[in-house]
């Protein structure tokens, strides 16, 4: 063999040799350089992670609580405590199985078990490696050796030295200290102040600044704040246009950045910290020491007329020592989430407006006293002066109030649900909360779960009548009397059997002739909320026409006018997507709709019959469903809420058009039901938003709510509530089992492998998601039906929504 050839072998096999270690390199110390080509799997016996230089910060996957979920994240590798810094697909963690590749094309990509990409970086230019710098920044970098990427540029929750914050740039909060996913807090930058406020979750509304810089000057722009500039020194400050510099972190500091590790984070509780850590004890106990943090008090500071306030409704904050909210519900309310001591509290007990309560309050309703705890932005009455005896008699009058505020010789009467809640020795003030005495609360009732009632234990305060009319009482009252006069006057000049009414071209039917046109009621198609529903056939405008015949056998003793006012409500709405009115009966007892009659049945015998119905039908199916409730929800003349929609209330046409029907219905039923706590609840298991159990007002975010849960079913052709002897009890419950598929990524599950719903993923994801965000435990997180339809046609771009927390009421 000749030299040369022997030399080529030799460097060959030192190559290979190279190539072999050079992992082991990298997970040592490597400078911080990742080649193209480079993965970390995520699992339990999880690879080691890529280092900085110092190996002062990691990136890779993080194990959360859940063994089976990790977190693509950077974190200080030298801190026992895990402290994350940055994270990845905006906090929602990845299944085990899951690997991160350094691609030249695209960056970072993530894939799932089944190598399906679920997350890239997002570059434009060729990588060719990749490089974590002691800062905490990874960067991704191209042949010319400059950045196509980098993580400082899409901060999280977390800013860290050498990290600057221009114009535009926001962090959010996470969902809680455990959970990274968005939360409801925002830091912003913008017109040259440093701003922080609470958001409206769907829609990313910012509510009310609670901090300001007030760093903006609109009469010397030169002085106006340019950026936030986090020093390598560990120094927080604005620098204003002219140079100079406003100052966040005290100067001096008793943390230099020589002995200390710096970060400041947007806590999930609302606060803006900068902290610092001592270097020295890095592998201690030690914990982050706080170096400054705003807003000084945020229970107070965050005030506004949106939103429910550092806490959750109805909940109370108050301020902690380190300048955090605690939060805990008052005598007589429970958290709806029992792990979630920041959200929301429901009343334990039903508060009334029934003759019965109302004709003897002080035997059903008594007061618990708060002192210096204030609802600030719930009031709806004020009375002054007033003594202390006055204001808790006018409470335990009015069925609406849930407590009264005294204060300086005044009286705020307030109603649910309550926001802003906080506690303040400066209020002076005491706070008498409203509690039903048959219900009477235990002395801490935040130490046990919720008890949840049915349809025969709970009443809305609310209702449903007010919500549906949309307008004021007056309104109603013109409008009522103009048309039962009008309606009088026409009767009397043409009282002539089947011509059309007078506001409408609605058809009046009587009781024999819809007896028979359906051969005496013979042939039944099907039974709802309402009544018994037949097939009839009518003469109309010169021909026979089929037509769908629904007895109201639950509205018999209706008013004639308001019956009248209501079914010409109905009559008036006309859409491609509503079952369309022809005509009523109301003759003695009897009342009756005739309906259009339509040729494909309802979406349930569609949906969970032998073939599935193809992808393409089911997503147009949706959206018709989602055309029509904006239509009832915002364009007709009178608001609609449909309060019970469901598949089977969905009718199909000869072209499989989605058109939905009995709605108007639930108003026509309260009217004679308000004196029946049992049947205020409308809906159907599975359906049913947690406002009717909650005290809340009904509105229109109640058919949101069953709209998420239909399309839920649209997208995996199952029922929402399975049977729980059938061996899947995890499948049992739909949100629930839909909101962990997407969580743990597993949509293919939910869709039983259907290839041609897989095929179109990105559609799967965004119609899954618009869906979880629908079914939000919280009405104000759901979207309202206009904007369900902009994001399931891709117009508006749907964040990954939080778990819905939502329970399992039984109806």
């Given amino acids: 063999m000749a030299r040369s050839d022997q030399i080529d072998l030799t460097m060959a096999h030192a190559l290979l040799f190279l190539l072999f270690l050079l992992p082991l390199f990298i997970a040592a110390q490597s400078n911080g350089n990742i080649p193209v080509g480079y993965s970390i799997t995520a699992n339990t016996n999880a690879a080691d992670p890529w280092l900085s230089p110092s190996a002062d910060f990691a990136f890779g996957f993080s194990q959360l609580e859940d063994p089976n979920l990790f977190l693509l994240s950077i974190w200080y590798y030298k801190i026992r405590h895990r402290t994350v810094v940055w994270f990845a697909n905006e906090g929602v963690p990845f299944s085990s199985g899951s690997k991160v590749e350094l691609t030249s094309g695209k960056g970072l990509v993530v894939t799932d078990p089944n190598g399906k990409e679920v997350w890239e970086s997002g570059v434009s230019n060729e990588v060719v490696y990749g490089f974590l710098n002691d800062t905490g920044n990874f960067v991704l970098l191209g042949n010319d050796s400059l950045s196509k990427w980098e993580s400082f540029t899409y901060p999280t929750d977390t800013l860290l030295p050498t990290q600057t914050m221009k114009s535009g740039l926001e962090l959010y909060s996470r969902w809680s200290e455990t959970n990274f996913s968005q939360g409801r807090f925002q830091l912003r930058f913008e017109d040259g102040n440093l701003l922080l406020n609470a958001r409206e979750m769907v829609s990313n509304f910012a509510y009310d600044n609670y901090y300001s810089s007030e760093t903006s000057d609109t009469s010397n722009?030169?002085?106006?704040?340019?950026?936030?500039?986090?020093?390598?020194?560990?120094?927080?400050?604005?620098?204003?246009?002219?140079?100079?510099?406003?100052?966040?972190?005290?100067?001096p500091t008793d943390f230099p950045a020589s002995d200390n590790y710096h970060r400041a984070t947007l806590n999930f509780d609302g606060v803006f910290v900068q902290y610092a850590y001592p270097r020295s004890s890095s592998t201690g106990n030690t914990n982050w020491s706080v170096v400054w943090s705003e807003p000084d008090n945020i229970c107070v500071n965050i005030g506004g007329n949106e939103g429910s306030g550092a806490c959750g409704y109805n909940n109370i904050c108050s301020l902690g020592d380190d300048k955090r909210p605690n939060c805990q519900c008052p005598q007589g309310f429970l958290l709806m989430d029992p792990d979630d001591e920041y959200g929301s509290c429901s009343p334990n007990f039903t508060q009334s407006c029934e003759e019965a309560d109302v004709n003897s309050t002080a035997n059903v309703y008594d007061?618990?006293?708060?002192?210096?705890?204030?609802?600030?932005?719930?009031?709806?009455?004020?009375?002054?002066?007033?003594?202390?005896s006055q204001c808790r008699n006018t409470c335990l009058q009015d069925c609406f109030c849930a407590v009264a505020i005294l204060r300086a010789g005044q009286c705020w009467?307030?109603?649910?649900?309550?926001?802003?809640?906080?506690?303040?020795?400066?209020?002076?003030?005491?706070?008498?909360?409203?509690?039903?005495?048959?219900?009477?609360?235990?002395?801490?009732?935040?130490?046990?779960?919720?008890?949840?009632?049915?349809?025969?234990?709970?009443?809305?305060?609310?209702?449903?009548?007010?919500?549906?009319?949309?307008?004021?009482?007056?309104?109603?009252?013109?409008?009522?009397?103009?048309?039962?006069?009008?309606?009088?006057?026409?009767?009397?000049?043409?009282?002539?059997?089947?011509?059309?009414?007078?506001e409408t071209s609605l058809r009046r039917f009587t009781y024999e002739e819809l007896d028979v046109a359906t051969n005496g009621f013979g042939e039944e198609l099907g039974r709802g909320a309402f009544g018994i529903v037949y097939k009839g056939v009518v003469q109309m405008g010169g021909s026979r026409q089929v037509v769908a015949v629904k007895k109201l056998d639950r509205v018999a003793q209706q008013k004639e006018k308001e019956f009248k006012t209501e079914v010409n409500v109905i009559g008036r709405t006309h859409h491609k997507n509503l079952v369309q009115l022809l005509g009523f009966c109301e003759e003695g007892q009897h009342r009756m709709l005739v309906y259009e009659f339509l040729s494909n049945g309802t979406l349930s015998s569609l949906l969970f019959g032998d073939p599935k119905p193809s992808w393409n039908l089911r997503?147009?199916?949706?959206?018709?469903?989602?055309?029509?409730?904006?239509?009832?929800?915002?364009?007709?003349?009178?608001?609609?809420?449909?309060?019970?929609?469901?598949?089977?209330?969905?009718?199909?046409?000869?072209?499989?058009?989605?058109?939905?029907?009995?709605?108007?219905?639930?108003?026509?039923?309260?009217?004679?039901?308000?004196?029946?706590?049992?049947?205020?609840?409308?809906?159907?298991?599975?359906?049913?938003?947690?406002?009717?159990?909650?005290?809340?007002?009904?509105?229109?975010k109640v058919d949101v709510y069953s709209y998420g849960v239909l399309l839920l079913e649209i997208i995996s052709c199952?029922?929402?509530?399975?049977?729980?002897?059938?061996?899947?009890?995890?499948?049992?419950?739909?949100?629930?089992?839909?909101?962990?598929?997407?969580?743990?990524?597993k949509l293919e599950a939910l869709v039983e492998n259907d290839r041609e719903a897989l095929n179109d993923w990105n559609k799967l994801m965004r119609f899954v998601k618009v869906a979880i965000w629908c079914i939000q435990e919280d009405p104000s997180f759901r979207p309202s039906m206009r904007k369900v339809i902009q994001m399931l046609e891709g117009v508006i771009e749907v964040n990954h929504p939080p778990c819905p927390t939502t329970f399992s009421f039984p109806t």
């Fill in 367 to 388: 007061f618990s006293t708060l002192v210096n705890i204030d609802w600030p932005t719930s009031d709806y009455e004020h009375l002054n002066p007033s003594t202390e």
């Fill in 619 to 700: 997503t147009e199916i949706a959206l018709g469903i989602a055309r029509g409730l904006v239509y009832l929800h915002e364009e007709c003349t009178t608001q609609i809420i449909h309060c019970d929609i469901k598949p089977q209330n969905i009718l199909l046409d000869e072209y499989y058009n989605a058109r939905i029907s009995d709605f108007g219905l639930a108003k026509l039923l309260m009217m004679n039901q308000s004196k029946t706590m049992a049947t205020t609840i409308r809906g159907t298991k599975g359906y049913v938003a947690s406002e009717w159990f909650n005290n809340k007002p009904i509105t229109a």
């Fill in 221 to 251: 722009a030169s002085n106006s704040g340019q950026q936030v500039i986090f020093s390598d020194t560990g120094y927080m400050y604005i620098l204003r246009t002219n140079g100079l510099r406003f100052d966040l972190t005290p100067r």
């Fill in 413 to 502: 009467k307030k109603k649910l649900p309550l926001s802003n809640g906080r506690k303040d020795t400066s209020l002076n003030s005491k706070a008498f909360l409203k509690y039903r005495k048959v219900d009477v609360p235990p002395s801490n009732p935040t130490t046990g779960p919720p008890t949840i009632r049915g349809k025969k234990d709970r009443e809305p305060t609310i209702v449903v009548g007010s919500v549906l009319l949309g307008t004021s009482f007056l309104v109603n009252l013109l409008f009522v009397g103009a048309f039962c006069l009008g309606f009088f006057f026409i009767c009397r000049k043409k009282n002539v059997k089947g011509l059309p009414t007078s």
């Fill in 718 to 745: 199952q029922r929402s509530v399975g049977d729980f002897e059938n061996g899947e009890v995890e499948k049992a419950i739909l949100t629930d089992w839909a909101s962990d598929c997407l969580e743990q990524g």
